[in-house]
């Protein structure tokens, strides 16, 4: 069974630092993408960052450019979200995911809470 448990959210003032982590079973973790989504409340999803862990590609939203690091160990089957400077607006839940593939649908995790304080 697939499963990606998403840990790390908590309470942190509007300047400080996070670590989101990704752990994915069920699957080689190798050759596969992975991306982080956050959702506010009353907002839709969006995408934060993604990496592929076959050769360590990786893309970040504009919004979060320079303040995140997304990193993946592929022995720990770990997907990491270093959040810096964290500003109020990332306040939200925080999903890690897996792209559908050609033989393969996708999958979500549960989500953290991230919540920035001023």
């Known amino acids: 069974e697939v499963q990606l448990q998403a840990s790390g959210g908590g309470l942190v003032q509007a300047g400080g630092s996070l670590r989101l982590s990704c752990v994915a079973s069920g699957f080689t973790f190798d050759g596969y993408a992975i991306a982080w989504f956050r959702q506010a409340p009353g907002k839709e999803r969006e995408g934060v960052s993604c990496i592929s862990s076959s050769d360590g590609s990786a893309y970040y939203a504009h919004s979060v450019k320079g303040r995140f690091t997304i990193s993946s160990d592929n022995a720990k089957n770990t997907v990491y979200l270093q959040m810096n400077s964290l500003k109020l607006e990332d306040t939200a839940v925080y999903y890690c995911?897996?792209?559908?593939?050609?033989?393969?649908?996708?999958?979500w995790g549960q989500g953290t809470q991230v919540t920035v304080s001023s």
């Open positions: 995911y897996r792209p559908a593939t050609s033989s393969t649908g996708a999958y």
